[in-house]
């Protein structure tokens, strides 16, 4: 549009889609932007799955005499899936979790990664134990390589994946018995879509979030928004850092420690 190429004078729908993931990365300024381009005559159609004041604004902006359609959605994990917090020092994060990978027996794992650089880095860690066939999946990969990761993964041929969000949402994928959140997501509800990966059709399914010291509020965040404590582990055999994490959590929960799972 800024280079003359897009003409949206004869736009007849706009469709909003995902617009809290817009807030969060920073394009609402662009999307308002489109807009104001767009003909006062169009139809626009806006989602949502939240509603935070800036969001609320761009709404009241974008739309006129809207007919509101709001689908409650059960912020909790699926009665199928246990879940646990990891405690662990912020330099452990991999070995941790390689460690899990150990420990741990399943068929499908997803991992979720914060950032691109961390899915690269961790997808090459998989790697170098020349233990699992696993595949990475983020928005640098080309279209190409994501549908063949994914449908490596579907079909067997991987059996982890390591993505960012893109993985989190919208994609059908099935039969996955674990997810790793390799940190804690900064965004609550971003919890509840990752976990939801697993435990699908009434399957059971495990759900393993690694936390550090500076992500303690982020935990709580999660657990209120599940109205649900979240039971802590650790990993027996692991060589633990010292961490103030370890000793805080001790003392306010009780830790279980985490056993092989056996899978029936």
């Known amino acids: 549009m800024q280079e003359g190429i897009a003409d949206l004078r004869g736009v007849e729908i706009l469709i909003l889609d995902e617009v809290d993931r817009m807030l969060d990365m920073g394009f609402l300024p662009d999307v308002r932007r489109i807009v104001e381009k767009t003909p006062a005559t169009r139809q626009t159609l806006f989602f949502s799955a939240t509603m935070p004041p800036q969001i609320k604004s761009l709404a009241d902006f974008a739309l006129k005499e809207p007919e509101s359609v709001e689908v409650g959605i059960r912020f909790s994990a699926a009665e199928t899936v246990s879940h646990y917090m990891y405690p662990v020092a912020s330099d452990q994060r991999q070995e941790l979790l390689l460690a899990i990978l150990k420990q741990t027996h399943f068929e499908s794992m997803m991992i979720f990664t914060r950032t691109k ?4 880095q961790l997808y090459s860690a998989i ?11 983020h928005s640098d990969i080309g279209q190409k390589d994501r549908e063949k990761a994914l449908k490596g993964f579907r ?15 919208g994609l059908d994928i099935s039969g996955v018995t674990h997810v790793i959140n390799y940190m804690v997501p900064e965004h609550s509800e971003d919890y509840v879509h990752r976990i939801g990966r697993t435990g699908r059709a009434q399957k059971e399914g495990d759900a393993f979030t690694l936390f550090a010291a500076d992500e303690i509020m982020n935990v709580a965040s999660i657990e209120r928004l599940i109205s649900q404590k979240i039971p802590r582990r650790k990993l027996e055999g692991f060589s633990y850092k010292y961490t103030t994490v370890l000793d805080e959590e001790d003392k ?5 420690t985490g056993r092989k799972k056996k899978r029936r």
């Open 155 to 169: 079909e067997g041929e991987f059996e982890i994946i390591v993505a960012t969000d893109l993985a989190a949402r």
């Open 127 to 137: 790697e170098r134990t020349g233990e699992y066939k696993a595949a990475v999946m």
């Open 252 to 256: 306010a929960r009780g830790i279980m």
């Open 117 to 120: 650089a961390q899915a690269d």
